[in-house]
């Protein structure tokens, strides 16, 4: 088959639209094109075929008989390659599985567990995105996301995944190992903060009157507060689930028996059509797994 004597690509889809408008102007606007670029098209089409495919009545058109049977066939041609490649598509977006996370969360806690999940599905390409942001999941091909707030996000499916709570951490050898043995010497010690969470509320809990600390460092993200408490820098804060890698790799230490739970928590956000996709739905079953098999670790 010589496909070299195929006519111009682009000649044959602006006559189509021409003929299915029976107007040159309306098939402008449908393919982003001037209306004297889809009338040139058509033209050279015509002198290419040797056939006219419109009468021209001035600035209307007709099309022929032998246009509405080209026209014809060629809608069909065209259908068939967008199946086509729809199919191409919706095969390669099967192997493809977008997450996003906040970060913390994402280095803290899903990522050290995700290659679990990939050893199930070892022809699955799965890409973690990490964003403290709303995300949109179109434009970001994103497929599921986990979220840290209020479970409010309008027309997406937000379940509850689990809630979260703070305790004071410090490095083992922060202040060369002398660690506070009540929450009233936090007052003498360099306290680190995370913006958004503050450490009066712990206060409060402790028993005692502490105004919030109007000096040190202020990290943006939990895992860097961490990594500080981590480097000695001083007295964190803790999200339980941020810190307790650290905890259990002897990297920080929890101080006293005294926590405050978190006002928001941590939802699974996906749009409603989502699960669908076998690969979104063997994630979200996976994911809570997890998270159920962690809370028996608890007990």
Not at 76 to 100: C, F, H, P, V, Y
Not at 145 to 170: C, H, K, Q, T
Not at 234 to 254: E, F, N, S, T
Request: proline residues 6%.
């Amino acid at each position: 088959m010589d496909f070299r004597r195929l006519p111009n690509l682009a000649a044959l889809r602006a006559f189509e639209a021409a003929a299915r408008h029976q107007n040159f102007s309306r098939a402008a606007e449908e393919i982003h094109l001037t209306h004297g670029a889809i009338s040139h098209q058509v033209r050279a089409l015509e002198e290419e075929l040797g056939v006219a495919l419109f009468i021209r009545h001035g600035k209307r058109i007709t099309i022929t008989a032998d246009g509405e049977q080209f026209a014809a066939k060629i809608r069909q041609a065209l259908q068939e390659l967008s199946d086509a490649a729809d199919m191409l598509k919706s095969r390669n977006q099967q192997k493809r599985l977008g997450i996003t996370a906040l970060p913390s969360f994402a280095a803290r806690w899903l990522s050290p567990r995700l290659g679990r999940f990939i050893e199930h599905y070892p022809d699955l390409e799965v890409s973690l995105q990490s964003s403290s942001h709303l995300t949109d999941y179109n434009r970001e091909s994103i497929d599921i996301g986990i979220r840290f707030g209020l479970g409010n996000y309008p027309g997406m499916v937000s379940e509850l995944l689990m809630g979260d709570y703070y305790y004071p951490v410090a490095s083992p050898n922060f202040h060369d190992g002398h660690l506070p043995q009540t929450p009233a010497e936090l007052a003498s010690m360099q306290l680190l903060r995370c913006d958004g969470e503050p450490w009066e509320p712990w206060f409060r809990a402790a028993g005692l009157d502490n105004e919030e600390p109007g000096s040190g460092l202020i990290f943006q993200d939990s895992s860097m507060l961490a990594r500080a408490a981590v480097d000695g820098q001083g007295i964190a804060l803790g999200r339980h689930i941020i810190v307790q890698p650290d905890i259990k790799a002897g990297l920080l230490k929890r101080l006293f028996d005294i926590d405050i739970p978190c006002e928001v928590a941590y939802y699974l956000v996906y749009p409603p059509e989502a699960l669908l996709r076998p690969q979104v739905k063997a994630f979200r079953e996976w994911l809570l797994e997890e998270i159920a098999e962690e809370r028996k670790q608890m007990l």
